[in-house]
């Protein structure tokens, strides 16, 4: 897998909303998107090239996904997914209503998905964490790396990049 097409993407969040919000914690890093980088033309591209991907996949299911962030974060997507694109069985509730179950069920979809890709935890670009916090960075890398294992023909848009900034 390309790591450098991997590093391109950030969440959409501007810098000052980012600060005012208060969700960073102490010692932690998160990266954004420069403001200036927010209607990347290659970055809405592959955004929907992904939505329009799983829609495809999922179709039978009847599962419509609009957002990739407010969509996947719960884990039910990504469940609905891996079964389709993998022939996995995973080991958890189809729908999760309380955060703590959808933590639950996350660790376990991530946990199998990193098995698949044969990734360990230091090269992993997203964590349930961040699913959960609807990270739009998090959520892309996630799903390219998802298309690239199941669907390594898949022509997924070349050359997507913007700038981002890291708050430590």
């Excluded at 959409?12 to 102490?26: C, G, N, R, Y």
């Excluded at 996630?142 to 708050?167: C, G, R, S, Y």
Aim: charged share 25%; aromatic share 4%; net charge negative.
């Amino acid at each position: 897998m390309d790591a450098d097409f991997l590093n391109a993407f950030t969440q959409p969040s501007t810098l000052d909303q980012f600060l005012t919000e208060d969700v960073i914690a102490k010692g932690e890093k998160r990266k954004l998107i420069k403001p200036t980088s927010g209607n990347n033309p290659k970055l809405e591209e592959l955004k929907l090239f992904l939505t329009e991907w799983i829609n495809r996949a999922l179709k039978e299911e009847h599962i419509v996904v609009k957002s990739l962030e407010e969509d996947l974060y719960d884990g039910l997507v990504l469940h609905h997914l891996l079964e389709n694109l993998g022939s996995l069985k995973l080991d958890v509730e189809k729908i999760a209503l309380t955060e703590n179950k959808q933590r639950q069920k996350l660790s376990v979809i991530l946990e199998v998905v990193a098995k698949c890709l044969q990734l360990e935890e230091s090269q992993l670009k997203w964590s349930v964490e961040s699913i959960l916090a609807k990270d739009l960075l998090s959520t892309l890398h996630l799903l390219v790396a998802i298309a690239k294992h199941f669907e390594p023909t898949l022509a997924l848009p070349p050359n997507v990049q913007v700038e981002t900034i890291t708050i430590e």
